[in-house]
């Protein structure tokens, strides 16, 4: 008779072989930064690379999206805490298609597209009291990011 306390032990070796394994599909591909503030973050939700080799960082509890050029110098930050235009609140998610950002700002109830060029930004509002059954946005990367309302 297998025990509990056997179960969970059989289960602890087997996160950890996985967790190695996974670790070890991953390569670093860039590292950029020091101590200065727009290098620090409160909780990273997501980061992406651009065309044009721009990466973008998304700050969850930070509510911000931070822009760095390739050797890692600091470009723009877009966004603060707030309900207007060019505010996030709580952004959980972030992807990049066709030339465009894509975050969702999830506090807000909506999804923000912001030009990778001129970083122009619209805004798409969650339908109010929609239940998730329709009007998805599905990027052709085939990351779900919310729902809308036109």
Not at 10 to 23: V, W
Not at 59 to 68: E, F, P, Q, T, V
Not at 110 to 138: C, H, W
Request: glycine content about 8%; overall charge neutral.
């Amino acid at each position: 008779m297998i025990t509990k306390k056997l179960l969970w032990t059989l289960l602890l070796i087997s996160l950890i072989i996985s967790t190695a394994t996974m670790a070890a599909d991953f390569e670093l591909v860039k590292k950029i930064g020091d101590d200065r503030d727009e290098y620090l973050f409160l909780s990273v939700a997501g980061a992406i690379i651009t065309e044009k080799n721009e990466i973008a960082v998304l700050d969850m509890k930070g509510n911000r999206l931070s822009i760095y050029d390739w050797n890692g110098n600091f470009l723009k930050r877009i966004g603060q805490v707030g309900q207007g235009p060019g505010d996030f609140y709580y952004p959980t998610a972030l992807d990049y298609y066709d030339g465009k950002i894509y975050v969702n700002d999830k506090g807000n109830k909506r999804i923000v597209e912001i030009d990778a060029v001129t970083y122009k930004m619209e805004f798409y509002k969650q339908s109010p009291g929609n239940d998730f059954k329709s009007n998805f946005l599905m990027l052709p990367s085939s990351n779900f990011l919310g729902h809308l309302s036109h």
